[in-house]
């Protein structure tokens, strides 16, 4: 268990790198907003569009990658949750451990973790394999946000006079 739970441990990295690119990207927003004056005389006329539409697709990635960077962050944080239970307990019924966990939350969360809690009943790693996917489509997203922030920085240096 422990050894799946450490394939988690790159998403809070990942996340890390995620919010230091929200950050520069919205830093960047703000100065071409304060200087449109300076950077629509520098420039052809197209560029300014352009590279807030980069900047806009980038915060775009990096939103829907910190979306995911919470989503893997507590399933991780329920399957160490679980894994102490099991631990301090000596607990071995699943099933049992399952339910006392899930009791603590709202109707609605119960409702959709015993749903997800079905599915792994045919499949042990379901719920890892789901925690191993969203942190691989964030680091897609993440990779995604800084290519993005990279083609802003090529058409700033190519497009400004």
């Known amino acids: 268990m422990n050894l799946l739970l450490g394939g988690l441990e790159t998403a809070a990295t990942v996340d890390k790198v995620n919010t230091w690119m929200l950050v520069a990207t919205g830093a960047t927003v703000a100065l071409i907003i304060s200087n449109i004056d300076q950077v629509i005389s520098s420039s052809q006329n197209f560029v300014p569009k352009l590279l807030l539409m980069l900047l806009a ?3 775009l990635f990096g939103f829907l990658a910190k979306i995911l960077g919470v989503k893997s962050l507590s399933m991780q944080i329920a399957f160490q949750s679980i894994l102490k239970t099991f631990e301090s307990a000596g607990e071995t019924d699943v099933e049992l451990a399952l339910k006392d966990y899930i009791s603590a939350y709202p109707k609605l969360t119960q409702k959709i973790m ?8 045919g499949d042990p790693l379901y719920g890892f394999k789901k925690a191993a996917n969203i942190a691989i489509r964030q680091s897609i997203y993440t990779m995604c946000q800084a290519l993005t922030f990279i083609a802003f920085i090529v058409t700033a240096a190519c497009g400004l006079h």
């Open 57 to 59: 697709i980038s915060a």
């Open 114 to 121: 015993t749903r997800s809690a079905e599915k792994g009943r």
